[in-house]
């Protein structure tokens, strides 16, 4: 009797054993998932933190250079007076490409000095600006005017860039002060940037799309920011294989490797004998209906 007492005293005693030890081994087990959990938001805090502090210098870092072109960079114009041929849609998506571009100049190395000419407080364009900008509007590194670029510029110096020219852009100079058309090219019929920049006396320059690529059916307008990042390259490298890789790749086939004379004289006898070879096929084709007609009879 004593001696199963006993066993059932020292059975409980041992489940109480194990169960404290169990307790034991959760409450540890616990403990070390809340020390992970805890380290690991410390490790992201850390890197938020870290991430932050860079995007802030990074930041300052851009700011200085696009201060330091307000000073002594190579200005660049957009013309901002075609509001009045466009759709509020056209004028929103215009504004878009110009917020890429200047987010795109902010990044460079050596980034432009951006001028908006022919600016007004009152236009569409300022709207869409502060509707992006907010704030910020206020605060941002470049100069905007309601001043014509002839009446801020010296017109020797001024370069209209326009797909419409038929002068064909042969280097990037640094001398010069570019301009593009702050405009949705497929709203705008074609001609009319060369018709301002004629007007007012301008040099003009289409870049040399053909020379360098080989082009599919279609035009060679390309949005404000595909503009900016090839002004930058070429401004940076000189490199016009380099600056054209903006281009987006549905317009053409790939870049020029032979020199246009030979590639034309190449595609028309390939031409010539496409032509040669159908009209071959076409005289067989007759003379075999014909033969046939006069059986029949």
């Given at each position: ?10 059975e ?18 616990e ?42 960079g ?14 509020v ?85 640094h ?13 705008i ?82 031409n ?26």
């Open positions: 009797m004593k001696s199963g007492l006993q066993e059932e005293v020292s409980t005693v041992s489940e109480h054993k194990e169960l404290s030890t169990l307790a034991a081994m959760d409450e540890k087990r403990r070390r998932l809340e020390t992970q959990e805890q380290a690991s938001k410390t490790d992201e805090t850390r890197r938020n933190s870290f991430i932050c502090l860079w995007a802030s210098c990074m930041d300052r870092a851009y700011s200085w250079r696009v201060a330091q072109s307000m000073i002594f190579q200005p660049l114009v957009f013309d901002m007076s075609y509001e009045k041929d466009m759709s849609r056209e004028v929103t998506n215009t504004v878009r490409q110009i917020v890429l571009s200047e987010s795109c100049n902010r990044r460079s190395v050596d980034p432009f000095h951006i001028h908006f000419c022919n600016f007004k407080d009152d236009s569409l364009y300022h709207k869409e600006f502060v509707k992006h900008y907010r704030d910020a509007w206020g605060k941002l590194l470049i100069t905007a005017t309601d001043q014509c670029y002839t009446e801020v510029f010296p017109k020797d110096k001024l370069i209209y860039l326009t797909a419409d020219s038929p002068k064909v852009m042969k280097t990037f100079d001398d010069k002060i570019y301009i593009i058309g702050s405009m949705v090219d497929k709203s019929k074609t001609g009319v940037s060369l018709a301002r920049a004629k007007r007012l006396g301008l040099e003009t320059a289409a870049l040399p799309l053909e020379k360098y690529l080989l082009w599919n059916a279609g035009a060679k307008n390309l949005t404000l920011d595909q503009m900016m990042r090839i002004l930058l390259t070429l401004k940076d490298t000189g490199d016009w294989k380099k600056a054209l890789e903006f281009v987006p790749k549905r317009k053409y086939c790939g870049f020029v490797s032979r020199p246009v004379h030979e590639l034309k004289k190449t595609l028309n006898l390939i010539t004998l496409k032509l040669g070879k159908r009209q071959e096929e076409l005289r067989k084709q007759f003379a075999k209906n014909y033969s046939k007609k006069l059986m029949e009879k």
